[in-house]
Nanobody, 122 residues
Framework: QVQLVESGGGLVQAGGSLRLSCAASGGTFGRYNMGWFRQAPGKEREFVAAMSWIQSIKVYGDSVKGRFTISREDAKNTLSLQMDSLTPEDTAVYYC???????????????WGQGTQVTVSS
């Protein structure tokens, strides 16, 4: 059983940056594919970014490509998301997720964190 705890959310002005972190425990972090998702009020949960444990392949959602960077530090069981050039449209609850299977962009992840709120003011 993997536990995931997100941190780093908050309020930021448009054009600013935030760095989210996800601390994992209870499993072999280095063997999981990891992802970030977000959900805005009244909207479906959306894929943001993911990183595989094999070859550290990174994939991004179209709306964040070029602005967000995903990274992982397996020795510290930590996943991060550097978010730059934020816009009000990035406002959402951001979730960290882990899975042992492939298909990084889908919602079919095995474990989820509780989420951290990101609010971008205009």
């Amino acid at each position: 059983q993997v536990q995931l705890v997100e941190s780093g959310g908050g309020l930021v002005q448009a054009g600013g940056s935030l760095r989210l972190s996800c601390a994992a425990s209870g499993g072999t972090f280095g063997r999981y594919n990891m992802g970030w998702f977000r959900q805005a009020p009244g909207k479906e949960r959306e894929f943001v970014a993911a990183m595989s444990w094999i070859q550290s392949i990174k994939v991004y959602g179209d709306s964040v490509k070029g602005r967000f960077t995903i990274s992982r530090e397996d020795a510290k069981n930590t996943l991060s998301l550097q978010m730059d050039s934020l816009t009000p449209e990035d406002t959402a609850v951001y979730y960290c997720a882990a899975k042992s299977g492939s298909a990084l962009r889908t919602l079919m992840y095995d474990y989820w964190g509780q989420g951290t709120q990101v609010t971008v003011s205009s």
